[in-house]
């Protein structure tokens, strides 16, 4: 069910042309693992040579040599190319004055720049949920309520149709281990602390919650999308020689100047 259904998102959102090379972002949890598996059963379906790449945040220790070992050797199991990057992710915190998920976000998304083709992770549709309540509890406009897009430049999501339920059920339906990171237990941070707290509440009245999230953001993006058109339209007619009239810019309706 979960390949049909990633075969169906990844057609349906255009992620993949024939040709295109893949590197697959691998942490050797379940999300990422699971991701991998799925995306070497398609790989002929949709026409893509598929990589994948480890990062090393240098946290949590020994654990996560745990996990770079772990990714090492399923890909040589699977027969998939790895490449391995890493970076100091407290001490670059400490540098730019940000918040320890802020720097370890950005070194892993300035290492996906260095690699060729797209590059998938392994966001769900629970993670896409998670996304969309961070963003309202700290105040979002279309875009913000838009969650985790399908594509954003060479990062695509191929799984971002399947629940973390999904997801477990298909690792366990093909045999496939993975590792567990142990921060994820903990309510170190925001996002951590809505997926123990919130979303269960959440669950309780929709089972279907982070699916029905998936579809509000879809129509979302797609009025976010129309009012830039027409703010980008409305922009072109105030120009003036040498500027733009601000007059003319006031008048705009107020979802086009937002």
């Not at 391995?84 to 540098?95: L, M, V």
């Not at 990062?155 to 999904?166: H, K, N, S």
């Not at 339209?233 to 810019?249: K, M």
Request: aromatic content about 6%.
């Amino acid at each position: 069910m979960a390949r049909g259904e990633v075969l169906r998102w990844c057609r349906a959102q255009g992620l993949f042309a024939p040709g295109d090379t893949v590197t697959a972002a691998l942490s050797g949890g379940a999300d990422s693992t699971a991701m991998l598996h799925l995306l070497l059963s398609l790989r002929d379906a949709l026409g893509i040579e598929v990589r994948a790449a480890h990062f090393h945040h240098h946290l949590r220790g020994a654990e996560a040599d745990r996990d770079q070992a772990f990714c090492r050797e399923l890909c040589r199991r699977w027969g998939v190319p790895l490449r391995c990057g890493g970076a100091d992710a407290a001490a670059y915190a400490r540098e730019q004055r940000v918040g320890l998920e802020t720097a370890a976000r950005t070194l892993r998304y300035q290492f996906f720049d260095t690699l060729d083709g797209k590059v998938a992770t392994a966001h769900t549709a629970d993670d896409h949920l998670e996304t969309v309540l961070l963003h309202l509890t700290r105040g979002a406009a279309l875009r913000g309520l838009g969650g985790i897009p399908p594509v954003r430049g060479k990062i695509v999501r191929p799984v971002l149709c399947l629940t973390r339920t999904e997801i477990e059920a298909y690792l366990a339906e093909n045999g496939l281990e993975y590792v567990t990171d142990s921060t994820n237990g903990t309510d170190f941070c925001p996002r951590n602390r809505l997926r123990r707290q919130v979303i269960p509440a959440l669950r309780a009245e929709n089972p279907a919650a982070a699916r029905a999230a998936l579809a509000a953001a879809e129509a979302l993006r797609a009025d976010e999308a129309l009012l830039q058109a027409q703010a980008d339209e409305w922009l072109s007619r105030c120009r003036i020689p040498g500027g733009l009239d601000a007059a003319a810019l006031a008048q705009a309706p107020r979802p086009l100047r937002l």
